[in-house]
């Protein structure tokens, strides 16, 4: 860790810079997985009571800055609201924590929610039928998704009850002509889940202009999603997999935990 940030860090509750420095990591990895919108979308992480006590406190990137800069220092500390909670010189997008902060609000098992805009997850999102059931990826995510129509750019909050009533339990969304987002109770999980969804897209685009495709039968995809070791809690809910990509970005640039 960088001698100058040192003093930040040991200033902070551990488990909040354990938090930072997870989810700037995260940042990166989807930078490099090309997950990337310019300085758009968003990934947010709610803070454990061990830090936030009875309150409730996010994590979110600096409005303006590229994934590639997000570090463990300049992620902004928010409530519910997207108010700033720290000193932090950056905005908060309020188009951005809009749709995340009612998820975090309405759904308790919500700790992470990750949205993008990739060119294959958003082809699937303008599709009528959506994610079809046709390729080992799909298969992994039987009764997992849930749909949203498009509603224009997500910053009112009259949006939210409509948002949660279409999500229900479901920790994959596509956000029908927009994009796609993916929850869960650890950053870990919700990324093993996004990323799942992302390889489908991917595998359906490419797939599609080949001809008809070959259904999987309803059967082998609930078995499917129900032997699929990345929702496996002894294979560590996806934390083997994330840990492996962060140190990917490690080789590359380490300086996300600044």
Request: one cysteine or more; hydrophobic letters at 40%; proline letters at 5%.
């Amino acid at each position: 860790m960088n001698a100058v940030l040192e003093p930040r860090a040991r200033a902070m509750h551990p488990d909040e810079w354990q938090a930072r420095v997870q989810l700037a990591a995260c940042y990166r990895v989807f930078d490099l997985m090309g997950w990337t919108e310019m300085i758009y979308n968003h990934i947010t992480v709610r803070l454990p009571a061990s830090v936030s006590g009875t309150g409730k406190q996010f994590l979110i990137n600096p409005f303006g800055l590229h994934y590639s800069e997000v570090t463990a220092s300049n992620l902004v500390k928010i409530d519910v609201q997207g108010n700033k909670l720290d000193d932090s010189t950056h905005p908060v997008n309020p188009a951005g924590f809009t749709v995340h902060a009612a998820i975090h609000e309405g759904v308790p098992e919500a700790h992470c929610v990750m949205h993008t805009h990739t060119t294959t997850g958003l082809a699937v999102a303008c599709t009528q039928d959506g994610l079809a059931q046709n390729n080992f990826y799909s298969a992994q995510l039987h009764g997992m998704v849930a749909y949203h129509d498009f509603e224009g750019i997500t910053i009112h909050a009259d949006e939210a009850p409509r948002l949660l009533k279409n999500i229900g339990d479901k920790p994959v969304v596509i956000l029908r002509n927009h994009g796609l987002l993916a929850w869960g109770p650890t950053l870990p999980m919700a990324f093993s889940r996004l990323w799942t969804l992302q390889r489908a897209c991917d595998v359906q685009v490419a797939q599609a202009p080949l001809g008809a495709a070959i259904a999987v039968p309803q059967e082998v995809a609930r078995r499917t999603t129900r032997d699929s070791f990345q929702f496996d809690a002894k294979f560590g809910g996806g934390l083997d997999v994330f840990d492996a990509m962060a140190r990917r970005v490690d080789r590359i640039d380490d300086s996300y935990r600044n």
